[in-house]
């Protein structure tokens, strides 16, 4: 079935440096592809997403590049600041015709240090 | 209130109790949504709600009973749980019946004794 695998967690990182998170996924087809961000207290929220192979989605200063050949998509952010300390999902949608939920990986906690 | 609500934040339980989690979503949306977010484990979706039918039921145990009396609303009884079932229930909500722009709530945290 369709699975999303990203790295385990947690990741702690000084202010202004540079984040990756990988994530990889299993899907048939073109899936969908999200990172969602969950601050302390609070429910998901969409971060950015990617709907073709090739586009890259971006929002807050956080990018991810859906590739389909090493079926990826990698969230990065050039310099990371304490407000970014957060979980991050990454998920899909498997294509169309197949069914349209979300899944999603276990989560990456980002913690950010002054 | 603005967004997607739920009530309440903290849930403390016996596994003989009956309790309800309530949901509710100011955005004008149609479709809404019930996972389970359990420590090192993805997302569980468990129900979901389109124009107040259910749609889908990823073979949750009866346990758990939701409900949607409108648009708006969505609740999960609860009763006879497991300690086991404790854990954080999220809500969200979407226009259309969409998995791309879902709209979460805080969740409720539930501990089961």
């Known amino acids: 079935g369709d699975s999303v695998t990203q790295m385990e967690g947690p990741v702690t990182l000084s202010e202004e440096a540079f984040l990756t998170i990988n994530c990889t996924y299993t899907?048939?087809?073109?899936?969908?592809l999200f990172w969602y961000v969950q601050y302390p207290g609070e429910g998901l929220q969409l971060l950015l997403k990617a709907t073709k192979a090739d586009d890259k989605g971006s929002n807050k200063g956080f990018e991810a590049t859906y590739r389909k050949e090493t079926t990826s998509f990698h969230l990065e952010k050039g310099s990371v600041q304490v407000s970014d300390s957060a979980v991050y999902f990454c998920a899909l949608v498997p294509s169309q015709g197949g069914s349209e939920k979300l899944v999603f990986g276990k989560g990456t906690k980002l913690t950010v240090n002054p | 209130e603005t967004g997607v609500t739920q009530t309440p934040r903290h849930l403390v339980m016996g596994m003989t109790n009956k309790k309800s989690l309530k949901c509710e979503q100011h955005l004008g949306h149609n479709a809404m949504y019930w996972y389970k977010q359990s420590a090192k484990k993805p997302l569980e979706l468990m129900f979901v709600?389109?124009?107040?039918?259910?749609?889908e039921n990823n073979s949750v145990p009866s346990r758990f009973s939701p409900e949607c009396p409108n648009s708006s609303h969505l609740f999960l009884h609860l009763h006879t749980l497991q300690p086991e079932d404790s854990a954080l229930y999220l809500c969200?909500?979407?226009?259309?019946?969409?998995?791309?722009?879902?709209?979460f709530g805080p969740g409720t945290r539930l501990t089961v004794l």
């Open positions: 899907a048939t087809g073109y899936p969908s």
């Open positions: 969200a909500s979407s226009q259309g019946f969409s998995y791309n722009e879902q709209f």
């Open positions: 709600y389109s124009l107040e039918e259910r749609v």
